[in-house]
């Protein structure tokens, strides 16, 4: 561990010591002020250079008392070139124009046109927001989760739902963070949904490899969204009409341009249609999702930036002689950040973060009654730093520190009454906190043209009551760029985990129950290689990739065969502790601009898990285990008015547990003998494959309204055009009349059209 | 307009209702396993049900359809070696003969015991010991409102006091004379007929060793006052507890949708079942208050 540091120390310190100036400034968007995400910065003629971090800034040393070029680009905007002779070092603010484009010129992603090649990381995906809002919605819905699922080494979970599970993790092992705050739950609609409003949404990356040191906490992905700040140089109202939903979103300056602020809201209106139809008035459902940021420019060297979410879904379905539940759940977050720099090298953010999650479900099945509840409370205070001390280097390190307050637990058993009344009650509920928090520093080297290292550490630490957990994640990726267009990088990244969602195998409904861990419940820590070669065609227009990853998890936490909870239970003892590990190889072929423009991407992968307390102590396939997953998206722009998109996606089915025989029992007693179920093995049935095609017309015009101009666009969207009945899960039984034994596939969405109004004034 | 309530239908239909249909699964190859139960009682004679598992879509599963009445089954101890031989019984609760092995050599307290079955060519073996105790029930009452994880019923109450400094585990017995004119006994009894009455669950002395102990049970079978019984408890060796407490978990796991499928663990290698050892507390007799 010692060396590690000493090595990237020294290599930081002996580069930091060669004479130069430096640049400094952000890079904002001239018709709205939003900061530039990845703004590319270079040297022309010297090929050094480097891009701008999450809040636009950058920082370039240059050659003391030399002219140079220094190119500012952003796909999708007009360069900017800029001459400098500079003896000492030189504040540059940029604000670059929008390219007016036309259809042949479309490009789907903003970031440098072979930044795939060149950048010191892989297994990173940048999820072009604008991509997101012309793909096929579900319900007049687009949104950034359904897209993520259709990425290489990301799977969704039951159909129809925003779950997604990374290269053989669980949903629990993707952190997802907005504005830096840890969103547990992001769903509406039981996950039909995401809970981000994608008319909010300025940035989206998604990391599932090769982490950088400044992210952990979870095994097997980052996914980083970051809300729209605002315009600060006009008022715009956004909005939209769907099927199920109305959003509002209104931004606009304050004061004098050293301010913004964004406002944006969306809501359901399924429990006034339900109201509408008497025959359904046993079912209720609502959701919302509001965001809204302020950002405050206090200085060229001070910016604060507060931005909260709310997000909250209620439902319930009560009648005789059915399922019947109450589910509530959601999320919120708060966020106050401060942008600093000290100098022009340095910049921090230093956040203060609160966020909360709630899931409370009521079921009720015949006599059997099932109560979940899961409270998490989360107060995070951090500081990042970093520092630019040439352009060989850009050195990241921080601190964190969170406490946790969870409050975990679950009833399930037989009552006579069809109440969904409250069983659980919350007084004697059993609270745990615990505390994490961690420490890193990451340095992003260029050793040579063509050589790249990305090497961090972080040392995580954790405390619940007694009990404490040190980490030691190292962090490394390297690459080596053979041309322009081709390069090879290779990945190595240990990660811990201290929070645990324990999944069931059994219910359809999202009852998993967060845990934090303790003296039983261990932390649970992967470790991840991974090779990838990425090519460029044709003048970078078509992206390929390649990965090949390799990752083991252990302290992997499962429920007891059979566990049934009860109030009083404690949920630590009723589990069982194993280790998963999970290979394969990612494909992707994208194009990146023109007319038509879109990505193929295909992952075969194997993920396996192996508990001794479960399935006879010999391995079986994990629950999202899917050998092939296939997905093809195409965009199709025929004017400035028309544009048409598709995705298709095939996958292997589900495993699921089933019985594979039966035996006679005798010593139960007369009432109980009888016939009972052999299992063979754990998740030894695999579901049919799951297939769909969804498509969507987009017609946008421009016109106006009391005088007013705005911009509209009519959506329609076909989910499933085919209306291909996928399995959701199947179970079998033996029918009380004639004792033979059946089968049944219940499957749930077939094809679903929506239509959608959006507008901008 | 007409449109948009045939779309907001069709979406709300979908909310509370899925599609549901007959599947045929494509069937593994099932290997078909003996399936053994054998619990040794001090001073009874061995009884032994030999079966055999089946696919599950297989429509075979009575004791009939399923009893192995061609292998030979020997249990023994280091003195003596009993055969045992097929004979059945009428089961008035099932409607149905069942047949299985019987040994002529009564069991003996504090012995080792060895199981043999020679089957298609095939030997199954395993072990147990005779060593556990009986426990004493200290008091029967009735009560007849109680409520558990099985929901709110009336419950016989049965107070006993643990054996001290070992691991034990406990199942409830009652026999009874029932008739057919009780509520859900079959009619193919034409008089009255005995019927045993264990308990599902198997209750464990995890922490309360040594302790009083009180356990609550909801009695099987419609009955009114004046009804009389005999109870029991039943003390359970480990391999036994466990496959049976598997079996009380498996049955809750499928008819509670919130539940883990449950795997029934067998201690008889290369067969499916239970070769264990049990004893009886004294018998109390009880009698409904209502």
């Not at chain 1, 002219?67 to 002779?85: A, C, H, T």
């Not at chain 1, 006879?616 to 028309?642: E, M, Q």
């Not at chain 1, 998740?683 to 007013?708: E, P």
């Not at chain 1, 996928?726 to 596939?745: E, L």
Request: net charge positive; glycine share 6%; with cysteine.
């Amino acid at each position: 561990m010692k060396i590690y540091l000493i090595i990237i120390i020294l290599i930081g310190s002996l580069i930091a010591s060669e004479k130069s100036v430096t640049i400094s400034g952000y890079v904002l968007d001239a018709s709205s002020g939003e900061s530039l995400i990845g703004t590319n910065v270079y040297l022309d003629g010297l090929k050094i250079g480097t891009s701008t971090n999450s809040y636009g800034f950058y920082s370039l040393s240059i050659p003391v008392e030399q002219e140079v070029r220094v190119i500012f680009s952003y796909m999708g905007y007009k360069p900017q070139v800029k001459k400098l002779f500079l003896k000492k070092n030189f504040k540059l603010t940029i604000k670059l124009s929008p390219q007016i484009i036309s259809t042949e010129d479309i490009v789907v992603t903003a970031r440098k046109k072979n930044e795939n090649i060149e950048k010191k990381q892989m297994s990173v995906m940048d999820v072009p927001v604008r991509m997101v809002k012309q793909l096929p919605a579900i319900l007049g819905e687009t949104d950034v989760l359904k897209v993520i699922q259709l990425l290489p080494g990301v799977q969704s979970g039951s159909e129809g739902t925003t779950g997604f599970y990374v290269r053989g993790g669980n949903a629990d092992q993707n952190l997802v963070l907005l504005d830096e705050a840890t969103v547990y739950n992001p769903n509406h609609l039981f996950g039909l949904l995401s809970s981000f409003n994608s008319r909010a949404i300025n940035n989206v990356t998604m990391i599932k490899g090769g982490f950088p040191a400044q992210y952990g906490g979870r095994l097997s992905s980052i996914l980083n969204i970051s809300m729209k700040e605002g315009n600060s140089k006009s008022y715009h109202v956004d909005g939209g009409l769907g099927v199920v939903t109305s959003k509002l979103t209104v931004e606009g300056p304050l004061l004098n341009d050293k301010a913004s602020f964004i406002v944006s809201a969306r809501r359901t209106y399924l429990d006034l249609l339900l109201k509408a139809f008497p025959s359904l008035s046993n079912t209720k459902y609502s959701f919302y999702d509001l965001n809204a940021k302020v950002n405050y420019k206090i200085s060229h060297n001070d910016r604060f930036f507060l931005s909260y979410f709310s997000g909250r879904d209620n439902a319930a379905y009560i009648a005789a002689n059915s399922l019947n539940y109450d589910f509530k759940f959601g999320n919120s977050t708060s966020t106050l950040r401060w942008n600093h720099l000290f100098g022009e090298k340095l910049f921090s953010n230093t956040s203060l973060v609160y966020n909360t999650y709630l899931m409370n479900l009521k079921t009720n099945q015949g006599n059997f009654y099932s109560e979940f509840y899961s409270q998490i409370k989360d107060i995070t205070a951090k500081t990042d730093f970093e520092y630019f001390p040439n352009p060989a280097h850009t050195i990241k390190f921080g601190v964190q520190y969170t406490q946790h307050s969870i409050t975990p637990t679950g009833t399930s058993g037989n009552i006579k009454t069809d109440s969904l009344a409250t069983v659980l009650n919350a007084a004697h509920i059993q609270k745990k906190t615990a505390a994490e928090g961690s420490i890193y520093m990451n340095d992003a080297i260029n050793v040579s043209k063509s050589f790249g290292l990305n090497l961090g550490v972080r040392v995580p630490a954790y405390k619940i009551k007694q009990t404490s957990y040190y980490g030691f994640e190292p962090r490394a990726t390297l690459k080596y760029t053979l041309s322009p267009v081709a390069s090879l990088k290779a990945a190595y990244t240990v990660m811990h985990q201290y929070l645990h969602l324990v999944p069931s195998s059994t219910a359809s409904f999202p009852t998993d129950i967060w845990l934090p861990s303790s003296k039983t419940v261990k932390p649970q820590r992967s470790e991840q290689y991974a090779l990838g070669y990425f090519r460029n065609f044709e003048k970078n227009r078509y992206e390929t990739s390649i990965e090949a990853y390799y990752k083991t998890m252990q302290n992997q936490v499962a429920f007891k065969e059979g566990t049934q909870l009860l109030e009083q239970t404690d949920i630590d003892q009723q589990l069982v502790f194993g280790k998963g590990w999970s290979y394969g190889v990612e494909l992707l072929a994208k194009k990146r601009s023109g007319k038509y423009n879109g990505w193929i991407s295909y992952t075969l992968s194997w993920t396996n898990q192996k508990f001794p307390d479960l399935n006879f102590g010999k391995t079986f396939p994990f629950k999202y285990d899917k050998r092939h997953d296939l997905s093809a998206v195409g965009i199709y722009n025929f004017n400035k008015n028309w544009t048409i998109s598709a995705d298709f996606v095939f996958t292997s089915g589900n495993v699921v547990t089933l019985p594979e025989g039966r035996v006679n029992v005798y010593e139960g007693g007369d009432l109980y003998n009888g016939v009972f179920d052999v299992y063979t093995g754990r998740n030894n049935y695999r579901l049919g494959n799951y297939h769909r095609l969804d498509v969507t017309a987009t017609y946008k015009y421009a016109s106006s309204f009391f005088n007013k101009n705005y911009d509209g666009e009519f959506v329609l969207s076909i989910y499933n055009l085919y209306s291909h009945q996928n399995p959701y899960f199947i179970y079998v039984d033996v029918d009380g009349v004639t004792h033979k034994p059946y089968a049944k596939q219940v499957s749930l969405l077939p094809i679903i059209p929506s239509l959608s109004f959006n507008f901008r004034f | 307009m007409k449109t948009t309530v045939i779309i907001l239908s069709a979406f709300i239909l979908l909310l509370v209702n899925n599609c549901e249909k007959n599947i045929v699964l494509p069937v593994h190859d099932y290997k078909s396993q003996l399936s053994v139960e054998c619990i040794l009682e001090p001073n009874k004679v061995p009884v032994l049900y030999l079966g055999k598992t089946v696919s599950y879509f297989d429509t075979l599963n009575t004791n009939t359809d399923l009893f192995v009445d061609n292998a030979l089954v020997i249990i023994s101890t280091s003195n003596n070696h009993d055969t045992l031989q097929v004979t059945s019984k009428y089961n008035y609760y099932r409607c149905q003969q069942e047949y299985f092995y019987q040994g002529t050599i009564p069991v003996v307290q504090g012995r080792f015991y060895h199981l043999r079955i020679e089957y298609n060519g095939s030997v199954y073996e395993a072990d147990t010991e005779t060593n556990v105790h009986p426990v004493e029930i200290d008091s029967i009452s009735f009560v007849a409102n109680f409520s558990d994880l099985y929901g709110e019923h009336e419950g016989v109450v049965v107070t006993f006091t643990d054996l001290l400094n070992e691991q034990n585990f406990y199942r409830y017995r009652m026999d009874r004379v029932l008739t057919k004119s009780k509520k859900d006994i079959p009619n193919c009894a034409n008089g009255p007929f005995a019927a045993s009455e264990v308990g599902r669950s198997v209750y464990f002395d995890t922490n309360v060793d040594g302790a009083s102990l009180t356990i609550v049970i909801e009695p099987a079978f419609q009955h009114q006052a004046g009804d009389t019984a005999r109870i029991y408890l039943q003390t359970l060796d480990t391999a036994s507890a466990r496959f049976f407490d598997d079996l009380d978990r498996q049955k809750s796991a499928k008819i509670n949708p919130f539940i883990e499928p449950v795997f029934i663990t067998s201690n008889i290698p290369g067969a499916f079942g239970i070769f264990g050892a049990c004893n009886y507390s004294n018998s109390v007799k009880f009698t409904y208050p209502e």
